[in-house]
C-alpha cells in the first residue's frame, strides 16, 4: 500500500465525545469513522485490523475441528418465537417486508444454529461436532456509546458444539476454553478470566474473557485474598449481618419533610443508613411486586430477572405509583397487598424505617415479619464495597472491564425448546448437549487498542497489524532514495511481509507522527544515510533507532517478525 494512492486520513485532535480510549485513537488514526452513535465505518486500514482478528480466530477455531457457515442475519420472527423475545427485549430490531411479513435483525443466531444441527442429527452417530461463523449482529442497545465495545450492529464469531452427553459437552467445553486462550494470546489480549451468568441463555455455568481497563462497559469483582474473579453481576452476596435483638421497640408513624432518599431520610432522623429499609415498586408482565433493600444496597436486576423469571420488568412513573396509593420516595411495605420480595439482608433488619405510602412520612420501629410480611427472601443485592468474598468472606476489590468473549454450557435447554433430539444406542430419545462460544471481534479489536496505547498513538501487536512494517521516504524528490524504497517495499511484500510505503510530500515529522498514531510496528526509514548503505529502523515499542546496513535490513526484519511470533 502506497500512501499516495491511498484512502489514508488521520486527525490532529481527538474527538471529544469519545469515552474510551480506543474509540477516539481509532477515528483519530482514521481506522473508523463515526456514522452515528453506536453505528461506524471500517476504512482500509481499520478493516485490515479486523480481518487480521478474524483470520486468527477462524484459524483456530478450525485447528479444533470446528467448522465454518455463514447464515442470513434477517429471518423471519418466527424464527425465535416468544423466547428470543423473552432475552432481548426491546434490543431487536424489526423489519416489515411489503408483504407485511415480520422480519427480524438476529441479535444471536443460536435458533439458527439448532434449527441448521436437526437436518442432520438423528442418531447418536451423527455426533459429536462443532460449527462457528463469523458474521454480523444487531442490538439497539441502551447505551452505545463505548466506541467498537457496544455497536448497534457488531461483527462476532460464534461457534456451537453438539454432544450426545454431558461427558461430552464437558470435552468440547474444555477444548473450546483452550481453544479461546490461544486465540487472545496471539491477538496479543491479556484476558482475565471470570465466572460469569449462565442464566443469560438459559444455561448450566458459564465463564467470559474480561480485559481489565479503568473504563470498560462491565464491572469485575476481584478477591484481595483468594483467585476468586466474576462479573459483579453474578456475585452472591452472603449474608454477614448478625440479628440485633437487644433493642425492640414499637412501630411508629413520624414526620419526615421533603425527605425522600435514604441519605435524606438518614440524615433528617439521624440514624445510619443501614437501619432503613428501601422499597421499590415494580411491573413484571404488568404485575406489581415490591422490592426490599438494605440501606444504600443496589438491586442486583438479573439476579431479580432470575428470581421471577422474566426480563419484562418496568418502573412505574410517579404518576402511576400515586394511582395505587403510594408516592415516590415514601413507599413502603406496610399492610401492601402486593407480593413482597426482599433482599436476605432485610431479614435481620430490627428498628428498621420505611416508607409509609403516606408524603412525608415514614414509620420507624419497623420489624420484618411482626410489621409487614415478605413473600420471600432472595440474595437481590448488586455486590458493593461492603460486600466480602464469597469464596474466603475476604473483601474485594470493583474494577472495570471489556467482555471479549463468553462460554457457555447450555446443556438441553435449547434443544428441548427447539427438539433437537437423536436416539441412543439403546433405542431411547435423548436431547443434545450444547455449547455456546462467543467472541466479539470489534471488542477485540478496541480492547487491544486499550491494552497497547501510548501519547503518540496506538501500538498495535504484529499479528493483528494493518501493516507489519511502514519505509517512510525522508525526501521523496530524491531519486535515489526513491527508487531504493520501492525495491524495498516490493521486497518485502513477495515474502509476505505486509508493508506500507509513505510516499507522501509531507515533512519527515509528520510522517513519522502519522505512523506512531497508526501503530505500525516497524519503521524503515530512507534517508539521508542510504549514501553509506543505511537505512533507519525503529519499533513502535522503543524509543531508540538503529541504523541497519541495507544489505542485512531484510534479515533484520524477519528476525523481528519470528522472534514476535
Not at 122 to 149: A, C, V, W
Not at 471 to 482: G, K, T
Request: glycine share 6%.
Amino acid at each position: 500500500m502506497n500512501l499516495v494512492n491511498s484512502f489514508f486520513i488521520t486527525r490532529k485532535e481527538k474527538p471529544k465525545e469519545e469515552k474510551l480510549v480506543s474509540a477516539s485513537l481509532l477515528i483519530q488514526s482514521g481506522m473508523i469513522i463515526k456514522n452515528d452513535v453506536g453505528i461506524y465505518t471500517y476504512t482500509p486500514m481499520g478493516l485490515k485490523v479486523l480481518n487480521n482478528i478474524s483470520n486468527i480466530i477462524r484459524n483456530e477455531m478450525n485447528n479444533n475441528y470446528a467448522q465454518e457457515v455463514l447464515m442470513p442475519s434477517l429471518v423471519s420472527s418466527e424464527t425465535f418465537g416468544m423466547n428470543k423475545n423473552n432475552i432481548f427485549d426491546t434490543e431487536m430490531y424489526r423489519v416489515i417486508d411489503r408483504n407485511n411479513k415480520d422480519l427480524v435483525l438476529c441479535p444471536s443466531h443460536a435458533e439458527l444454529f439448532v434449527n441448521l444441527a436437526k437436518n442432520k442429527v438423528k442418531s447418536y452417530k451423527d455426533l459429536h461436532f462443532t460449527l462457528f461463523q463469523i458474521s454480523n449482529k444487531y442490538r439497539d442497545e441502551l447505551h452505545p456509546e463505548f466506541g467498537l465495545i457496544r455497536k448497534k450492529e457488531f461483527y462476532m464469531a460464534d461457534a456451537y458444539s453438539f454432544d450426545s452427553n454431558e461427558s461430552g459437552l464437558d470435552i468440547s467445553y474444555d477444548k473450546m476454553f483452550q481453544t479461546f486462550n490461544k486465540i487472545f494470546d496471539k491477538l496479543g489480549i491479556n484476558a482475565t478470566v471470570v465466572d460469569a451468568n449462565a442464566d443469560e441463555e438459559n444455561g448450566l455455568s458459564s465463564e467470559e474473557f474480561q480485559v481489565i481497563t479503568p473504563y470498560g462497559d462491565n464491572e469485575v469483582v476481584r478477591c484481595t485474598n483468594c483467585t476468586y474473579t466474576a462479573n459483579r453481576e453474578t456475585v452472591v452476596c452472603k449474608n454477614i449481618t448478625k440479628l440485633d435483638t437487644e433493642r425492640v421497640s414499637k412501630m411508629k408513624l413520624v414526620k419526615t419533610p421533603n425527605s425522600k432518599t435514604v441519605k435524606e431520610v438518614s440524615d433528617y432522623l439521624k440514624i445510619h443508613t443501614d437501619k432503613i429499609i428501601k422499597s421499590l415498586i415494580i411491573k413484571v408482565d404488568d404485575i406489581y411486586k415490591m422490592i426490599l433493600l438494605r440501606g444504600e444496597s443496589q438491586l442486583n436486576i438479573y439476579k431479580l430477572r432470575k428470581l421471577v423469571g422474566s426480563k419484562r420488568i418496568e418502573i412505574p412513573s410517579e404518576d402511576e405509583l400515586e394511582k395505587i396509593g403510594t408516592y415516590a420516595g415514601y413507599i413502603g411495605p406496610i399492610d401492601t397487598t402486593m407480593e413482597v420480595l426482599a433482599d436476605s439482608e432485610v431479614k435481620y433488619m430490627i428498628d428498621g424505617v420505611c416508607g409509609a405510602n403516606k408524603k412525608d412520612y415514614h414509620y420507624i420501629n419497623v420489624i420484618p415479619g411482626r410489621d409487614f410480611r415478605v413473600n420471600k427472601y432472595y440474595d437481590l443485592k448488586l455486590f458493593d464495597d461492603n460486600s466480602v468474598c464469597p469464596r474466603c468472606k475476604n473483601k474485594c476489590e470493583i474494577i472495570k472491564g471489556i467482555e471479549i468473549g463468553q462460554i457457555f454450557k447450555l446443556g438441553n435447554k435449547y434443544s428441548q425448546e427447539y427438539g433437537l433430539k437423536y436416539t441412543d444406542e439403546a433405542n431411547y430419545v435423548n436431547y443434545v448437549q450444547m455449547g455456546s462460544y462467543n467472541i466479539g471481534i470489534d471488542r477485540c479489536l478496541g480492547a487491544i487498542v486499550e491494552q497497547n496505547y501510548d501519547e503518540k498513538g496506538i501500538i498495535w501487536p504484529l499479528s493483528v497489524a494493518p501493516f507489519k512494517v511502514c519505509i517512510v521516504i525522508a525526501n521523496v524528490n530524491d531519486q535515489f532514495s526513491f527508487r531504493y524504497a520501492y525495491k524495498l517495499y516490493d521486497k518485502l511484500n513477495s515474502m509476505g511481509i505486509e508493508t506500507l510505503i509513505d510516499d507522501r510530500k509531507e515533512t519527515i515529522g509528520t510522517k513519522f507522527a502519522d505512523m506512531d498514531l497508526i501503530g505500525i510496528p516497524i519503521r524503515i526509514t530512507v534517508g539521508y544515510k542510504l549514501k553509506d548503505n543505511e537505512v533507519e529502523l525503529k519499533l513502535r515499542t522503543e524509543e531508540e533507532t538503529r541504523f541497519i546496513s541495507t544489505s542485512n535490513i531484510i534479515n533484520e526484519v524477519v528476525d523481528i517478525i519470528e522472534y514476535n511470533n
